[in-house]
């Protein structure tokens, strides 16, 4: 009953979208204010109905009703509940209605919560919404509905894949979802001022709340995402350039330019038509995102065999939207006025050098994501692209925005001074000339650059904190004052601080554990011992463990620096699921304050012996903590009082009482 | 400065970038790109010892060696054509004598093929995308992996 029920639910939703779709389109055109009206109801209702079906799912998912097919394949009534729950979406039909449910929820939130905005406007963007709504519900409908029963139920389910048993399910991909479909309301509302054929800066003041939640969505989504696969896959790599990472770190980087050309049309009037185009790429990578991981186009640690109808639906949704939205932006982006002037030398122009190279770095990353797939579509030839490729085009683009990266706040509105601004980073520079001999001195042997990103991410770091000191002018006026002036900082003020600051902790790990990592291999029995950087690891044997549907077959080990002191035990496993009759590695790690120790096992040999992988990974912790640093950048922006209050709007003419009198 | 002037340095500049991140691209492609091969495809196209290639097939059944020191030696297979594959290092978690494979590496002059990634997946049930064509190419795919591969297993990483 409760499938049938969540089935019909999605056609409900279907049907209230396609209302919500055209009646507000055809209120807009003939001025009708009723049929404009109904798009926030219908917005509000459609998200009650996906709710319903998606709730529907997770009742049979937490019931184990192993006679709905998705549910006898993805789960098992041993799993916990917590994987009973995040199984829904780690699979293709649940992922697709986790995507419909934050598609109509931030429908939802634009209806419920967008009362300042223009009623054109917002209806025109709702009905935009729902179209995009429509266009996965009827895919969901027609190719993955989750919610088809099995004649003869089952007594237990297939479980869910072993690798997929983990609370990184339950937090990368609804984060990650958050931020790919947040990104459909900048691109509803680019849609709905092109149809309109009116945008002012106000627009972007509307939009950059929404671009900048999903922003910070997606930048913990990658990050937790990253630091799953780098504890899960059991080799501690943080970055594959795996073609569904380039999926997400595509939207990333437009999002990341919309966000700052943002900035500059909200304040400046300028770069209109540039901000609306950048609103619909970083959708419409988003959509291609999707479609790469959903239609099994691409090998890829997440690809899965789907059927091939599937991948053509998308891709015709793909062409639908992105070749409509590119379409109406040629047809109506020339009616949009031209804003304000700036000099090269200016916040705007250092805006504008942001935007330059985010989205060069992201059509490099494009470029190599996808030439396989014209290659074999052209030659036939398969090819693989890997990371040699992005770090030979990728790393150089993106250095060189790092380097500028702290002298864009330091620049004033139109017309900047470059002299002024290098004067005042002068101590930033000091430090990050230190950090490079210090890096050259401490650190021997890795890559000659190395030092040298060293000395741009402590300028980065170091940058953003400048730009802090010279707001509250902090050790020049007395403590008092400084505070007072720091407590009077605009958020949005201290948001690109914290946000600037986590780049340059990001790349600082990224450095660290890519220019200084050690790693060894080695097959060892117990009593045996490794060394690696100044830990030495004693193996003291195997002894077993079990878990509610799992075996661990786990290792001991005892870890010492060299000096002797005991610092505590690892104990990597290999973790058995009978349900599906194979084993993965369960990593150990160890942190020692930034680095982490990292050991994971092999398969045991017959003769007692384990091979194991120990790896030393210096300041890894940093690319994650500086991801945090980002979100805390972009929340404390989002809490500034400009983007809560909303665009000032013209008082409403009141109704003259003397003229009334008179009448 | 004029709307005309600005527009030309903006457009002179992104010029400059697109042209820097094109070289760079060109430049990268020329390195760094590898082919993937099935073991016929090693035969017919006599791929030169030395050049980085992907080698997929399946594991031929029984052919995996353990040596000392994490040496490994297996038969990559489709079916017509085997290639010796020497890799040292701790295999994936779903590597298996019978399933499908990637293999990253070079032949040597003695016709091993010495592989320095193997490559893993998520999935039991999962067959690599070209080994699965390269496989339907030589006549042994079996329906009983078109049966597995329909399965919707897998995640949403």
């Given at each position: 009953m409760i499938p049938e029920l969540g089935h019909f639910a999605l056609m409900l939703a279907l049907g209230l979208a396609l209302i919500q779709g055209t009646m507000p389109i055809v209120g807009t055109r003939t001025s009708d204010p009723v049929l404009m009206s109904i798009a926030a109801p219908a917005a509000i209702a459609q998200f009650v109905f996906v709710a319903m079906a998606f709730i529907a799912l997770a009742v049979c998912y937490v019931t184990s009703d192993f006679s709905v097919l998705n549910v006898y394949e993805n789960s098992n009534s041993q799993m916990p509940l917590i994987y009973r729950l995040t199984s829904?979406?780690?699979?293709h039909e649940g992922s697709m209605m986790l995507w419909i449910a934050i598609l109509a929820f931030f429908g939802a939130l634009v209806a419920a919560f967008?009362?300042?905005?223009?009623v054109v406007l917002k209806a025109n963007a709702l009905a935009v919404q729902a179209w995009i709504a429509a266009a996965f519900q009827l895919f969901i409908l027609a190719?993955?509905?989750?919610?088809v029963r099995i004649?003869?139920?089952?007594?237990?389910g297939r479980d869910l894949t072993p690798v997929l048993q983990d609370p990184g399910l339950a937090f990368h991909p609804p984060m990650l979802y958050l931020g790919y479909v947040g990104f459909s309301i900048a691109f509803s509302f680019a849609i709905a001022a092109l149809i309109e054929g009116r945008i002012d800066a106000a627009w972007a003041r509307w939009v950059r709340p929404w671009a900048l939640l999903a922003w910070m969505c997606l930048t913990l989504g990658i990050a937790g995402g990253s630091y799953w696969a780098y504890y899960e896959l059991?080799?501690?790599?943080?970055?594959?350039?795996d073609p569904v990472e380039n999926a997400s770190l595509m939207p990333w980087l437009a999002g990341t330019a919309l966000l700052h050309s943002a900035v500059v049309m909200e304040k400046r009037g300028a770069l209109k038509v540039w901000t609306i185009l950048l609103a619909i790429l970083t959708f419409s990578l988003s959509l291609i995102g999707t479609f790469l991981v959903r239609s099994g186009v691409l090998t890829s640690v997440h690809a899965f065999a789907t059927d091939p109808t599937r991948g053509i639906f998308i891709l015709g949704i793909l062409i639908v939207f992105i070749g409509g939205a590119l379409s109406l932006y040629a047809w109506r982006a020339p009616l949009l006025k031209q804003g304000g002037l700036f000099a090269p030398i200016s916040r705007e122009g250092a805006l504008v050098f942001n935007n330059l190279f985010l989205t060069t770095a992201c059509a490099t990353v494009f470029v190599g994501t996808l030439y396989p797939l014209a290659l074999e579509a052209l030659t036939g030839d398969k090819i693989s692209v890997g990371p040699p490729f992005f770090n030979a085009t990728f790393g150089p683009l993106f250095i060189p925005l790092m380097a500028v990266m702290p002298f864009g706040p330091l620049m004033g509105w139109k017309r900047g001074d470059l002299v002024g601004a290098a004067q005042r980073l002068l101590a930033a520079m000091v430090l990050a000339g230190l950090a490079v001999v210090a890096a050259s001195a401490i650190e021997?042997?890795?890559?000659?650059?190395a030092p040298f990103g060293v000395g741009i991410a402590v300028f980065v770091m170091a940058g953003a904190v400048t730009d802090i000191a010279e707001r509250t002018l902090v050790l020049r006026v007395p403590f008092r004052t400084a505070l007072r002036r720091a407590l009077g900082l605009p958020r949005s003020a201290w948001g690109t601080a914290f946000a600037h600051f986590g780049m340059g902790v990001t790349l600082l790990g990224i450095i660290g554990v890519t220019a200084w990592g050690s790693e060894r291999i080695a097959e060892i029995k117990p009593g045996d011992h490794l060394d690696i950087a100044h830990y030495r690891f004693t193996f003291d044997g195997m002894f077993n463990r079990d878990g509610p549907n799992y075996h661990d077959a786990v290792g001991r080990f005892t870890v010492h620096r060299m000096n002797g002191e005991l610092i505590g035990n690892m104990e990597p496993s290999r973790r058995t699921f009978p349900s599906r009759n194979m084993a993965i590695t369960q990593a150990a790690l160890m942190s020692r304050g930034v680095s982490q120790l990292y050991l994971s096992l092999g398969d045991p040999n017959k003769d007692g012996t384990v091979p194991v992988r120990l790896y030393f990974k210096p300041q890894v912790l940093m690319i994650w903590l500086g991801a945090a640093f980002m979100f805390v950048g972009g929340a404390l922006s989002l809490s500034d009082r400009r983007l809560r209050i909303g665009a000032p709007r013209p008082a409403k003419a009141k109704p003259n009482p003397t003229l009334q009198a008179a009448e | 400065m004029t709307r005309k002037q600005r527009r030309f340095t903006l457009i002179g500049c992104g010029l400059a970038v697109l042209a820097v991140a094109v070289a760079l691209m060109l430049n990268a492609f020329r390195d760094s790109i590898v082919f993937f091969n099935s073991p016929s495809d090693v035969a017919e196209k006599h791929v030169e010892p030395g050049t980085r290639i992907r080698l997929g097939g399946l594991v031929k059944d029984g052919s995996l060696v353990r040596g000392n020191d994490l040496s490994i030696r297996f038969d990559v297979t489709d079916g017509k054509t085997e290639i010796p594959v020497a890799y040292r290092g701790v295999l994936p978690?779903?590597?298996?004598?019978?399933q499908g494979v990637v293999a990253e590496g070079a032949l040597d002059g003695g016709g091993v093929f010495n592989a320095d990634t193997i490559l893993a997946k998520h999935d039991e049930t999962y067959m690599p995308k070209e080994v699965a064509d390269a496989l339907k190419k030589s006549g042994h795919w079996k329906d009983d992996y078109a049966q597995r591969a329909a399965m919707p297993v897998g995640g949403s990483k």
């Open positions: 829904i979406w780690g699979n967008g009362n300042n905005l223009p190719t993955s509905n989750p919610f004649p003869d139920a089952p007594f237990e059991g080799w501690g790599g943080f970055w594959f350039w021997r042997g890795g890559p000659v650059l | 978690d779903l590597f298996r004598e019978g």
